[in-house]
């Protein structure tokens, strides 16, 4: 089975820096994704991290521990339009690869 | 370009009615993912084409009938749905499994 845990809902201020954190036991691992969703609209693809480390594009960071089976995604210069549900995906061998995500957290930005 | 595209954005359909939904990528994407999403919660997995043949089907209920027509064509067939089935309903794709998948803007069905 696989057990994907994030944060329900965390709040920022506007130009702060906020880390969303993803722990993920799974019964064999091979990937995680972020993907962001704003209400209402689908998910769009942030990051895809399978090697340990830090991987940066632009304001956001994701961050990838295989053996902790953690990841976290920083967004930096947070900006408004940041408000919105960050997805975390597992993917594990085995099979189809099919990404299982995580129930999201709600991302508030304010001014 | 990645770019998924659902029709129709908003459905709304009786208990007895049957209606479809579409989705198309020309991508050369090979393949192509249905989910389901409820508020607040992350998407569920129902179906994956791949090469243009079911290879996972999540144990959804029959009334949800999926198609693939070709490689760039992904339909859901709907008959006798429930009002728990409202939902926003994602099409994806990607290359190939293990890929990065894209979402298409979803089509929002309404049982009534």
């Known amino acids: 089975g696989q057990n994907i845990d994030q944060p329900t809902e965390m709040t920022a201020t506007e130009g702060a820096i906020v880390q969303i954190n993803c722990t993920y036991q799974t019964s064999g691992f091979n990937g995680l994704f972020w993907y962001q969703q704003h209400a209402g609209e689908a998910p769009t693809f942030l990051s895809y991290?399978?090697?340990?480390g830090l991987e940066e594009k632009g304001r956001f960071s994701s961050f990838l521990s295989r053996s902790k089976g953690y990841s976290y995604l920083l967004l930096k210069e947070l900006q408004m339009k940041d408000s919105a549900s960050y997805l975390c995906a597992v993917t594990k061998p085995g099979g189809s690869y099919i990404p299982t995500f995580g129930r999201g957290t709600s991302l508030i930005v304010h001014p | 370009d990645t770019e998924v595209t659902q029709t129709p954005k908003h459905l709304v359909m009786g208990m007895t009615n049957k209606k479809s939904l579409k989705c198309e990528q020309h991508m050369g994407h090979r393949a192509m993912y249905w989910y389901k999403q409820k508020a607040k919660k992350p998407p569920e997995l129902m179906f994956v084409?791949?090469?243009?043949?079911?290879?996972i089907n999540e144990s959804v209920p029959s009334r949800f009938s999926p198609e693939c027509p070709n490689s760039s064509l992904l339909n859901l067939h709907l008959h006798a749905l429930q009002p728990e089935d409202s939902a926003l309903y994602l099409c994806a794709s990607s290359q190939g499994s293990g890929n990065t998948i894209y979402f298409g803007e979803g089509s929002w069905l309404t049982v009534v």
């Open positions: 084409y791949s090469y243009e043949k079911l290879s």
């Open positions: 991290n399978v090697l340990d």
